[in-house]
């Protein structure tokens, strides 16, 4: 059974970059779409990006395009999502996330069967 693991959150300034690291387990990430949510308080949990397993096309969130970046790393069973000029509305708990939803749902948090625990990102301004 797939498990996942998130690491690589913690504090940064306004500007900074953080590559946030999602290692699997129990199964390899190669038939699975992966993705990258976030929470903040209050708010409800929205995309940030996701590398389909088919061809390996990413999709990017139009708050994050520019900035933030995902890819994989078949030797290692890793997901990356690279932050780059972070400010401070990036603040948000990040999870990642593996299943196989169609293209036209890849986007919905309901479409992802299997969840990280998540970590904190947290931006200074």
């Known amino acids: 059974q797939l498990q996942l693991e998130e690491s690589g959150g913690g504090l940064v300034q306004a500007g900074g970059s953080l590559r946030l690291s999602c290692a699997a387990s129990g199964d390899s990430f190669s038939s699975y779409t992966t993705a990258w949510f976030r929470q903040a308080p209050g708010k409800e949990r929205e995309f940030v990006a996701a590398?389909?397993?088919?061809?390996?096309?990413?999709y990017v969130a139009d708050s994050v395009r520019g900035r933030f970046s995902i890819s994989r790393d078949a030797a290692y069973n890793t997901v990356y999502l690279q932050m780059n000029n972070l400010n401070a509305e990036d603040t948000a708990f990040y999870y990642c996330?593996?299943?196989?939803?169609?293209?036209?749902?890849?986007?919905?948090?309901?479409?992802?069967?299997?969840w990280g625990q998540g970590t904190q990102v947290t931006v200074s301004s």
């Open positions: 996330a593996a299943g196989r939803p169609i293209v036209s749902t890849m986007r919905t948090v309901g479409a992802y069967r299997t």
């Open positions: 590398r389909r397993w088919i061809g390996g096309t990413t």
